[in-house]
């Protein structure tokens, strides 16, 4: 590798997510951070989604304002005709992806101009520290799941060791995590933990992962200290350089402010196609009278739990704007999937819309939105705290479970709806929300808005640790 570069030239940082849309949603605003900062950044994409973000989005030109930075992909192993939905990323690990990418990721490596001065791989992909101490390169990781989530990945053995699995009493409380004592219980478990022993394929890789990336130079959180302070304190006594320096969303939009580039006119990284007419739809109605409704990028349902919550919605007393992705329903119930949706949204013209992906950062800043029903996703977590909008949690699988507690009972700005799933319980959650207790839960998620939009501004704890990574990382390459 070619080691005379000018001390004057910007450092290199090769960013490299895990190819699941949360994943890249908070690596690539990251990587602009960096860019702003002057940095030379290479994207490292799976091929896969690669393709599909070049057909649905303006990526090129908006990149192309940042000199040196470059979009390189890299194959996932799967064949181009794999499905992608549900559990497939952990389902696929170990046999293919690990061994595939890592052999790319080293040739990648050796053969990339100007070399790389640093690596910020995906906290999920431990193999990078392999490649990178093999070539002499710096790495730090980038968990981009919440810190509740990590932590509680992080006292897995401790939890197995105590007894306190296999689960006897959903609402027993785990003793075993430092700083989540009072509030987490056997149900608010992320799914991926809920095994009874350490030869669990999946415990064994989601706590191998989580050790690992303790091991870096360093690990970057997407957080800051008035959110997850506690659990930062905990993280602490594993890995001492954290940069908790979120929501990096939010970090974004401010730096781009102070630039004097409009925030909107930001890259929306997202693998299907924004449908903007749901804006105009919002625009039409009243202040906080909608609830907004998205599962994620991964979440599937059945046709008979997805009819829940559409009578659950229908029949509650506020409109909602209601996310149906295109491979959202599973198994069997799959078939005639247009039906179903198409016969929803007839019958719900005057109390809601429906699309197949919303412009969610949009959405959820709109005035009218005045709730969020939530899989819990750590993305979209932050995105609602960020606008102020109070959340109903639906958790779906890995730290979801662990977010929708932290949610209703340390933030209090929302409800959690955990485990059950019926038009009832949909309903009263939403009228609980909406109606009934509206003004208690919007003031309470005005007030974190407030707290966590203040952290990214200059001289808050996220922008000053963002400033600090940048620094830091100018360091590696004197
Ligand atoms: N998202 C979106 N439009 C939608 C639904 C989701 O843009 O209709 C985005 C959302 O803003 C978030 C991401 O997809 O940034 C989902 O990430 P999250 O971590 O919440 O959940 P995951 O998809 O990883 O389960």
Known sequence: M??????????HVLVFPIPLQGHINSMIKLSELLALAGFRITFLNSDH???????????????????????????????????????????????????????????????????VDCIIGDGFLGFVLDVGKDLGIPVICFRTSSPHGFWVYHSIPDIIQAGELPIKDMDRLITTVPGMETYLRCRDLPSFCRAPDMEDPIVKLVFKETRRSTQANALILNTTEELDGPILSQIRTKCRNIYALGPIHAQLNTRLKAKHRDPHDHFSNTLWKEDESCISWLDQQSNRSVIYVSFGSITTMSRDKLVEVWYGLVNSKAKFLLVVRPNFMTGEDSEG????????????????????????????????????????????????????????????FADQQVNSRAVSEVWKIGL???????RKVVEKMVN?????????????????????????????????????????IREMRL
């Open 337 to 396: 999937e247009d039906d179903v949706v198409r016969e929803l949204l007839e019958k719900t013209k005057d109390r809601g819309y429906t699309v197949q992906w919303a412009p969610q950062e949009a959405v959820l800043n709109h005035p009218a939105v005045g709730g969020f029903l939530t899989h819990s996703g750590w993305n979209s977590t932050l995105e609602s705290i960020v606008a102020g909008v109070p959340m109903i949690c639906w958790p779906y």
């Open 416 to 422: 959690d709806m955990k485990d059950v799933c019926d």
């Open 49 to 115: 989604n690669h393709e599909r973000l070049v057909k649905l989005t303006d990526m090129a030109t908006h990149f192309a304002r940042y000199p040196g930075f470059e979009f390189k992909t890299i194959t996932d192993g799967l064949p181009p005709d794999h499905p992608r939905t549900g559990n497939w990323f952990m389902e696929n690990y170990v046999e293919v992806i690990e061994p595939k990418t890592k052999q790319n990721l080293r040739e990648i490596l050796l053969n990339i101009s100007p070399p």
């Open 2 to 11: 070619d080691k005379d570069r000018s001390s004057q030239a910007p450092p």
């Open 432 to 472: 609980k929300v909406m109606v009934d207790r509206k003004e208690e839960f919007a003031k309470s998620a005005a007030e974190m808005a407030k707290l966590i939009n203040q952290s990214v501004n200059e001289g808050g704890s996220s922008c000053s640790n963002l400033d600090r990574l940048i620094e830091d």
